[in-house]
């Protein structure tokens, strides 16, 4: 591990080109550009109005917020992960060519995403303010929050890239995946809401505990629960893990499959 950080910070200048290069490729042939980003969450956000908080009529103090608050991190994982998974096998004249660090080519996927996150909370902030939300100093952790997260991408896409370069049919069941997890998250609804025999099993998923922590820290003011925390740590922490030696383990064979 300690080998992978050092060689990650030697050349921490390519991999800054390589997200310059993915944020501009993504969006050089879209009129609205990078506000699709903003535009994605905000329309899942007033279907979800729709449908939870005027049809069904959830008893949810200030949904919009509430709803948001999932989304926008819950984006960041989707097209983080989306765009991470078929990068090195879409990326062969760049993999074999030039003398780079594989890894930083998925790695550059998520740093685009989070970018992109970043940009998109300022409208989470705007729906706070809009709607005279209470903003809590617990906010202040929101970085820490972020690494979390950051941990559990880098594991989750260095895990299905290099997975991805053998078996070509991940990047597309990757899809209906998302999607399911999707609802296996506190995104429109509460973690109140998950009976307490099955929470141990829901928490498994690593985004149901950030999402959950995201919830609490930005707009709720409370510290997340011990038991969320600690699972989210824990199961972000062995997808890391597990991704950084899949990875270690199949580099070596990449060049035969690309």
Known sequence: MKTRI??????????????????????????????WFVLNPLIVMVMLIIVFGRVIQLD????????????????FFSMALTNATPSLSRSSSLVKRVRIRRFYVPLSAVGASLIHFLI??????????????????LILLLPLVICLQMIFLTGASLLTSSLNVFYRDIEHVLGPLIQALFYLTPSFYPLSYVPKRWLGWYLINPMAGIIEIY?????????????????????????LAAGVMVFRNLEPYFDDYI
């Open 6 to 35: 050092s060689e990650f910070l030697e050349r921490y200048d390519l991999l800054r080109n390589l997200i310059w290069a993915e944020l501009t490729a993504r969006y050089k042939t879209a009129i609205l550009g990078i506000l």
């Open 60 to 75: 949810i103090k200030n949904y919009p917020v509430f709803v948001l608050s999932a989304l926008l991190p819950w984006t």
């Open 120 to 137: 998109s909370l300022l409208l989470l902030f705007f729906f706070m303010v809009f709607s005279s939300s209470r903003f809590s100093l």
């Open 215 to 239: 919830r609490d820290t930005l707009t709720q003011g409370i510290l997340p629960a011990r038991s969320v925390l600690g699972m989210a740590v824990l199961t972000s922490s062995i997808t």
